[in-house]
């Protein structure tokens, strides 16, 4: 499942409560890395199982996102 | 004469480690990345790995030169509070533990109820709902958990006369029905099949749709929620030569070693998450010739000879896709379990479908960038892929085939 947006500061402050409530120490930093779409418009981040967000829920993401899929 | 014997005698006793790892035997890696011990002298740990319940982390080393499991399963297996109620205080969130509970019905703490006044009531209260429960969240999904309470139902309910628990996997029984006094229930080790657990409100058949407008109550005391196993994922594979540690620093992408408790023997990538791998800054240079040793096995398409970028790899397993296996490397030569293979997708495909050996001669190709190594596709779903041992020799001057039997006789390929 991934949170998607417009705009990626949403996703950032996504990404920011997670880390805070999770607590990652050491060699782990983040939860998630934010997607960017190849048009440069739409982002994505991976939902934290335990975290809900405000946000447009995607089940996955097309290979639209992955256009440099073998 | 007698400090002699004495001295014949210690030697005798003392066990002499006669191991000689890959390393040792095949020294000049630029990467070596294994699950077990490839160098005799090597002072250092196998792998670092991050536990699911409380993102704790700690190295993992070896015991007789093999994967020390044991302490793997030791440190994920640590049983961790998820809630312990603090109803007295007139808290219904967790005095310790990393949890609250919450509820779209009314929660009241504390209250008092047959001799005690600890308790919480739960009361349903819903014009439009039609089931009724508190949950605690949240909950680490797939792993197994405790639970322990008291509860009170009233004798004079006549519509919330049990609780029933839904996300609990094999739990016998699943509703709880005794009216009238306090009673304890105790649920050990059963698996969490939902990021929340509930408690519902139920009638006299454990149906939890109860209509609507419903208000009636019942009582918990001491509950008590612990998780006593957890995943554990791969933060960093140290790189037994030296030269490389393989990491990765966001969670999502870390592959898996440990699950439900229980060592998985190998370390695999989640592929729900694109990019999923690990990551080193050992670079594949345009030129110059490399010999990789993996092992490996697919669950799907995979890519064991990942890099940085998604358009250069080596090594692709998919099945029913006859297009080469390689893209960006030239003078390519594939061997699996030690036989010479065609470099097709469907070939690697079938040969990984089981935990093999992949040996692949090649050079990035001439004029290319320079390609740092990823233990998989760093761009969308090729990333179902297991790995036991990496190792890279930055020329093919190494003997392959002794390599190779050394490898598959220490792995019974």
């Given amino acids: 499942m991934y949170y998607t947006s417009t705009n990626r500061e949403e996703l950032v402050a996504y990404n920011e409560a997670v880390n805070t409530g999770e607590g990652y120490t050491e060699t782990t930093t983040e939860w998630a890395e934010i997607i960017e779409h190849p048009n440069g418009k739409d982002f994505a981040i991976l939902k934290h199982p335990s975290y809900e967000a405000e946000l447009t829920l995607a089940e996955s993401l097309g290979d639209d996102w992955f256009p440099d899929s073998l | 004469m007698l400090r002699l014997a004495n001295d014949i005698s210690s030697i005798i006793n003392t066990p002499i480690d006669i191991f000689e790892g890959r390393l040792n035997i095949y020294p000049d890696a630029e990467v070596a990345y294994s699950l077990d011990k490839l160098d005799k002298d090597y002072q250092g740990s196998a792998v670092r790995v991050r536990r699911s319940s409380d993102n704790q982390e700690q190295d993992i080393g070896f015991v007789d030169n093999l994967f020390d499991s044991e302490s793997l399963e030791a440190f994920v297996n640590y049983e961790s509070d998820v809630f312990i109620s603090d109803f007295t205080n007139g808290a219904v969130n967790p005095s310790s533990g990393n949890a609250t509970i919450t509820s779209?019905?009314?929660?009241?703490?504390?209250?008092?109820?047959?001799?005690?006044?600890?308790?919480?009531?739960?009361?349903?209260?819903?014009?439009?709902?039609?089931?009724?429960?508190?949950?605690?969240?949240?909950?680490?999904?797939?792993?197994?958990?405790?639970?322990?309470?008291?509860?009170?139902?009233?004798?004079?309910?006549?519509?919330?006369?049990?609780?029933?628990?839904?996300?609990?996997?094999?739990?016998?029984?699943?509703?709880?029905?005794?009216?009238?006094?306090?009673?304890?229930?105790?649920?050990?080790?059963?698996?969490?099949?939902?990021?929340?657990?509930?408690?519902?409100?139920?009638?006299?058949?454990?149906a939890t749709n109860l209509g609507t407008e419903v208000t009636e109550a019942f009582y918990i005391r001491n509950l008590e929620v612990t998780q006593s196993t957890a995943s554990a994922y791969v933060t960093t594979w140290y790189d037994q030569s030296g030269n490389y540690d393989a990491t990765q620093s966001t969670a999502s992408r870390q592959p898996k070693i440990a699950v439900q408790g229980t060592y998985l023997g190998y370390v695999e990538n989640v592929n729900n998450t694109g990019f999923a791998t690990l990551n080193s800054t050992y670079a594949y240079v345009a030129g110059q010739r490399f010999t990789s040793f993996i092992v490996g096995q697919q669950f799907g398409n995979a890519v064991f000879g990942g890099t940085n970028s998604g358009s250069v790899y080596y090594g692709v397993s998919q099945d029913g896709n006859t297009e080469n296996s390689r893209l960006g490397f030239e003078n390519l030569s594939s061997f699996g379990n030690g036989v010479s293979v065609a470099d097709t997708r469907e070939d690697v495909a079938s040969l990984m479908v089981n935990m093999a050996l992949l040996t692949t001669l090649a050079q990035r190709s001439v004029g290319g960038d320079s390609q740092t190594l990823a233990m998989g596709y760093t761009s969308g779903s090729f990333n179902n892929c297991r790995f036991k041992e990496y190792i890279i020799y930055n020329n093919q001057s190494v003997d392959r085939a002794e390599v190779e039997a050394n490898i598959m006789e220490h792995y019974n390929l």
């Avoid at chain 2, 429960?133 to 322990?148: C, E, H, K, N, Y």
């Fill in chain 2, 104 to 206: 779209s019905q009314t929660m009241q703490a504390p209250s008092t109820i047959d001799g005690f006044n600890d308790a919480m009531k739960f009361t349903c209260s819903s014009e439009t709902a039609t089931k009724y429960d508190f949950r605690v969240a949240t909950m680490d999904r797939g792993q197994l958990i405790s639970v322990s309470f008291q509860y009170y139902i009233p004798s004079e309910n006549t519509i919330v006369e049990s609780i029933r628990f839904t996300d609990l996997l094999n739990l016998s029984p699943a509703t709880f029905n005794t009216k009238g006094e306090w009673t304890s229930v105790t649920i050990t080790d059963k698996e969490i099949d939902n990021n929340i657990l509930r408690f519902f409100a139920a009638d006299s058949s454990g």
